[in-house]
């Protein structure tokens, strides 16, 4: 937690604020990317348990790329010790049903933010959130949580923050 909200955020955030002001360069942008995504990856595989169900799947929905902050979640979940599916970014909604047809899942947390196209994202967290068992709780992270949950009608809990993620992690068993 402490590496991904002190360190890996605020970096994050500064070089594209950079970058949109003209301050730095694609090239600059790419680059940290493309780091972060390799550190993330690695310590997901370094806290990932042998013999552990899987209980919660990580994802973002069609229309939305970017990933960081659902790879640091889901970090976040195997640290925790709780067992994880990580999908990745861009992900369609019939295919994040698809998988929890055939993996035992408590939870489904997919992240979105403020800067993709609001329109495509909706229309596929409400593919997703039609078609998935009720038993399977869904959980929307990040920026544009409480925007994307609002519009789902009480079928997704918002979780904004790090912090609202790990209380809720910690209620279905992860240890921290």
């Known amino acids: 937690p402490e590496?991904?909200?002190s360190v890996i955020v605020p970096?994050?955030?500064?070089?594209?604020?950079?970058?949109h002001s003209?301050?730095?360069?694609?090239a600059h942008e790419h680059m940290l990317?493309?780091?972060v995504r390799s550190v993330l990856g690695s310590l997901l595989r370094v806290h990932q348990k042998a013999g552990v169900a899987d209980t919660v799947l990580f994802a973002t929905p069609s229309g939305e790329r970017h990933e960081f902050g659902t790879l640091g979640a889901a970090l976040l979940a195997a640290a925790g010790g709780l067992g994880i599916v990580y999908l990745g970014p861009d992900t369609p909604g019939d295919d994040v049903v698809a998988v929890t047809a055939?993996?035992?899942?408590?939870?489904?947390?997919?992240?979105v933010t403020n800067r993709s196209k609001a329109e495509t994202v909706d229309k596929e967290l409400a593919v997703i959130a039609r078609r998935l068992d009720p038993a399977i709780e869904l959980w929307i992270g990040g920026p544009g949580a409480d925007r994307a949950a609002a519009a789902l009608g009480g079928r997704a809990l918002a979780l904004p923050t790090y912090e609202m993620?790990?209380?809720?992690?910690?209620?279905?068993?992860?240890?921290f």
């Open 165 to 175: 993620l790990e209380q809720q992690l910690v209620r279905i068993g992860a240890r």
């Open 3 to 5: 590496l991904l909200q």
């Open 22 to 26: 003209g301050r730095g360069r694609i």
């Open 11 to 19: 970096v994050l955030r500064e070089v594209g604020e950079r970058w």
């Open 102 to 111: 055939t993996v035992p899942l408590e939870v489904v947390v997919l992240g």
């Open 33 to 35: 990317s493309a780091s």
